[in-house]
C-alpha cells in the first residue's frame, strides 16, 4: 500500500554561531518573536521541515519541527515570562530578549533529527525577511511487504511517473523503469540494498520528487531514518 504525505517547507535565516549551536545540540529551539503577525507565527507545524541558512551566507543545517507553541497579545512582562521559560533552550543573548520585549507574537519550535546539510532550496529575494515559508513538498510512500523483503524488489507508489532517475541515499543514481504489469521497480541492485539496510516488511521507502523525472530516494525504518 502506498502513501502520499504532504509536508511544508521553512527557511529560517540566522547568524552562523546560533546554527553551530543548533548542530552542537546546545540550542534545541528556535524562537521568533515580531511586533506583528508574520511567519512562523501560524504556519509552522509538528513534522514540517526547516531548513537553517546563515545570514548572507550558506545553508548550515536542517532539522524537523518537533513542538510548536504560539503566543500571541503579549505584554513586556509577558514576554520576560517567555524569556524565564525558554533562555536555555533558545541561547538567547540579554540584548535579544531585550529588543524582544514589545512583541505581541511569539513561536517556539522544538527541535529534532537535526543535522548538518550544505544543500537547501532556491530562495526569493530576502527583502530582509529571515523567514520563508516554501511550497509544500510531496513525498510518495510505500511500505516493504514481506513478499518485496523476502524477494529484494521495491514498488514505486501511485503517482511516481516512470521511467525516472531514482537517487539512492548513497548518491548512485538509476534509472527506474517498470516491469511489465506490474508497479515493481527493475533494478537487480536492490538485492544488495535491501540487504545492507537490513530491512524488515513494514519500513518503508520514500520517494521526494527532485525535479522533473528524477526522485530522491530514502528508507525509514521502525526506529528512524535508515543510514546509506
Excluded at 534545541?28 to 514540517?48: H, K, M, N, Q
Excluded at 546563515?54 to 513586556?76: C, H, I, K, W
Excluded at 523503469?177 to 519500513?203: C, N, Y
Excluded at 521526494?208 to 543510514?227: C, D, L
Amino acid at each position: 500500500m502506498s502513501i502520499l504525505r504532504i509536508m511544508a517547507r521553512h527557511v529560517a535565516i540566522l547568524l552562523r554561531p546560533y546554527i553551530r549551536l543548533i548542530l552542537n545540540g546546545v540550542k534545541t529551539v528556535e524562537s521568533r518573536l515580531t511586533i506583528t503577525r508574520r511567519a512562523p507565527f501560524g504556519e509552522v507545524a509538528v513534522g514540517d521541515v526547516i531548513h537553517f541558512k546563515a545570514s548572507s551566507g550558506p545553508y548550515m543545517a536542517q532539522a524537523v519541527a518537533d513542538a510548536v507553541r504560539f503566543e500571541e497579545n503579549l505584554t513586556p512582562a509577558k514576554v520576560d515570562a517567555l524569556r524565564k521559560r525558554y533562555d536555555r533552550q533558545v541561547c538567547g543573548q540579554p540584548e535579544y530578549w531585550q529588543a524582544k520585549r514589545m512583541a505581541k507574537y511569539a513561536t517556539f519550535i522544538k527541535l529534532r533529527d537535526v543535522k548538518a546539510t550544505a544543500e537547501g532550496p532556491a530562495l526569493p529575494p530576502s527583502q530582509g525577511l529571515a523567514w520563508f515559508v516554501l511550497p509544500e513538498l510531496i513525498e510518495y510512500r510505500t511500505a516493504l511487504s514481506a513478499g518485496a523483503v523476502r524477494n529484494r524488489y521495491v514498488m514505486a507508489p501511485e503517482g511516481v511517473q516512470t521511467p525516472a532517475t531514482l537517487v539512492l541515499p548513497d548518491g548512485t543514481e538509476i534509472i527506474g523503469e517498470l516491469a511489465k504489469g506490474s508497479r515493481r521497480l527493475k533494478w537487480r541492485g536492490w538485492l544488495k540494498w535491501l540487504r545492507d539496510q537490513q530491512l524488515i516488511p513494514g519500513d518503508q521507502v520514500v520517494f521526494t520528487p527532485a525535479g522533473p523525472g528524477r526522485y530522491n530516494i530514502r528508507f525509514v525504518t521502525g526506529t528512524g531514518e535508515a543510514s546509506s
